[in-house]
């Protein structure tokens, strides 16, 4: 194994020339380096796409390494204290980036997972520098650390200053490095399971919430001072060590030398640990291959529909909803965009009245309709078999059916939830009331969004990668009709919508009563003109949805 074995290496013939054993060669970064450029450059060799998305990525990275050196530099034009504040907040988001970012793409970065290297006769101290030289090699990495390098040139005063402020850049590009692979390395057994990967959709939702919440405090009200807030801010953080850094390179002296010593000293700490956590993934079982406990797959509506096709594609989508975690994550991401919104709405200058209710339960409900433009690539190469139980457009109606009642079954009650929390954050007495209208126009505005969702995904279909990341949505080269789809199912819902919400946006409740069977007809609309074009196209729809990933 790669964390116990004494100093294996590999064959090479220039063992005399280099001082070592003869037959033998020391593995150096290098190989690592070398190792990660061949991946990069494998993948990108005979697909279009995805040499205009790494041109496109170099060109994001260049301009966002420039714009933030540029600005880091123009820090010398404000005080010598909101500099240091802005500095300590930037550096602490670098490194809570690196922490959480590296996260994301698990699944996707083979240099990420140590199973993929526990077969290298390599000791483990070896393996860990030649993973953290991989981790420096591409152009994000470089960017960032462009920008940090920015600070020296926007803080640091005199040579002194540069001098020490840039070996403490250095050590907090260091610290942001080994933070990273140690989380990676940390998880990796846990985000090879199905549970822990849902663990980890969920708390990227959480992250994308606590990034706005600078954002939902000025909106509250709390912009009278913005100063102030990153004042408060920048003291919080002081004496982390993103604080550190940012006053070693401002200040230039003893206490740039202490707090680099305390830097160097985290680095070394974190790095143990990174080993120590890598030799325990070496020679640890993979937990996504123990077995586990076999829950009741009944199903939530098992005793209220009779037995047919129809129970069973409701069954199987619930179960779907449950396992998935790119479900939980679409799930999670339209609550979450509909409460910022409920939040957002009621600060100064926001619309009053009935809209701050309605507003938000409509969102969500598109957001919600929309995770269904696709409805069969969840399926992929198992939608074959519905060519044996189907043999007509009724039956292909049936299936979107229980797709439609599947998602009615979770979606319904939680707009009524989501509804009622926008009605009570209105503020107003007759706020709760508010919750009645928003109710019946969100699930109007659900159901003319599966109706919708119905077309596309028959007219638009494409495949959902099988992969262990819980934020990838189509496989590559279809990237495009995944944009169009998703698009063009939010603005068809939009506008299909706009007689049942505008009306009541402006003042008319009344016209909420009509919502629900509005949503209704447009629904079975949906399902009807659907079910026919799947029955007349099911070998293109098939080929769609089955493309290798």
């Known amino acids: 194994m790669a964390g116990r074995d004494p100093g294996m290496s590999a064959p090479d013939r220039r063992g005399a020339a280099t001082g070592a054993v003869p037959g033998t060669v020391r593995v150096g970064p290098s190989v690592f380096v070398r190792l990660k450029l061949r991946l990069v450059a494998g993948n990108l060799r005979g697909s279009v796409q995805h040499l205009l998305g790494f041109v496109f990525t170099v060109i994001a ?7 933030g050196f540029f600005a880091m530099t123009t820090l010398r034009l404000a005080s010598a204290e909101v500099a240091g504040d ?22 996707l970065d083979d240099t990420l997972d140590p199973s993929r290297l526990a077969l290298f006769p390599l000791r483990t101290g070896l393996l860990a520098t030649g993973m953290f030289a991989a981790s420096i090699t591409g152009v994000w990495p470089i960017a960032t650390l462009v920008v940090m390098i920015g600070a020296v040139a926007g803080l640091a ?46 708390s990227v939702i ?37 604080g550190m850094a940012a006053h070693a390179v401002a200040d230039g002296g003893a206490a740039a030398l202490l707090a680099i010593v305390v830097l160097a000293a985290l680095v070394a700490g974190v790095g143990w640990l990174w080993i120590a956590a890598l030799r325990r993934a070496l020679v640890s079982p993979d937990a996504s291959t123990q077995s586990s406990s076999v829950r009741n797959s009944r199903g939530l509506l098992a005793g209220v529909l009779p037995d047919g096709p129809l129970a069973a594609v409701v069954g199987k989508e619930l ?41 938000p339960a409509c969102i969500g409900a598109a957001l919600i309709s929309m995770q269904w433009c696709n409805a069969f690539g969840i399926d992929g190469r198992s939608l074959w078999m519905n060519a044996v139980a189907y043999g007509t457009d009724r039956d292909w109606r049936t299936d979107i059916a229980g797709r439609h009642l ?23 007495a007759e706020g709760i009331v508010w919750a009645v209208p928003a109710t019946l126009t969100a699930w109007g505005v659900l159901g003319v969004g599966l109706g919708v969702g119905a077309l596309t995904s028959v007219q638009m279909p494409y495949t959902v990668p099988e992969r262990l990341n819980a934020f990838t949505g189509a496989a590559p080269g279809q990237g495009g009709i995944a944009f169009v789809a998703s698009f063009g199912a939010l603005i068809g819902t939009g506008l299909l919508s706009l007689p049942i919400v505008l009306p009541v946006l402006l003042g008319l409740t009344w016209v909420s009563a009509l919502a629900v069977p509005y949503g209704l007809l447009l629904s079975a609309g949906g399902r009807r003109i659907a079910g026919k074009a799947a029955f007349a196209r099911y070998p293109a729809l098939l080929q769609a949805t089955s493309r290798a990933t």
């Open 157 to 202: 005063g005199g040579a002194g200053g540069v001098l020490l402020g840039t070996v403490a850049v250095l050590l907090h590009f260091a610290l942001c490095v080994v933070l990273s692979r140690l989380v990676t390395t940390a998880l990796s057994g846990v985000l090879r399971t199905r549970r822990g990967r849902d663990v980890l959709a969920v």
């Open 319 to 359: 179960r779907y909803a449950r396992r998935d975690p790119r479900g939980r994550v679409g799930w999670f991401a339209a609550v979450a965009v509909a409460g910022i919104m409920a939040f957002s709405l009621n600060g100064e200058g926001g619309p009053t009245g009935v809209a701050l209710a309605v507003a």
């Open 206 to 242: 959480f992250v994308v919430l606590g990034a706005q919440l600078p954002n939902l405090l000025l909106n509250g009200g709390l912009s009278a001072d913005p100063g102030a807030m990153l004042r408060g801010v920048a003291s919080v953080l002081r004496w982390t060590p993103s």
């Open 86 to 107: 802005v500095v300590t907040v930037l550096f602490t988001v670098f490194l809570v980036g690196w922490a959480v970012v590296p996260l994301l793409a698990f699944g």
């Open 406 to 428: 599947a998602v009615a079954t979770i979606g319904v009650p939680l707009l009524l939830v989501l509804s009622l929390v926008a009605a009570l954050l209105a503020g107003s």
């Open 61 to 67: 990275a260049i301009v966002f390494a420039a714009l």
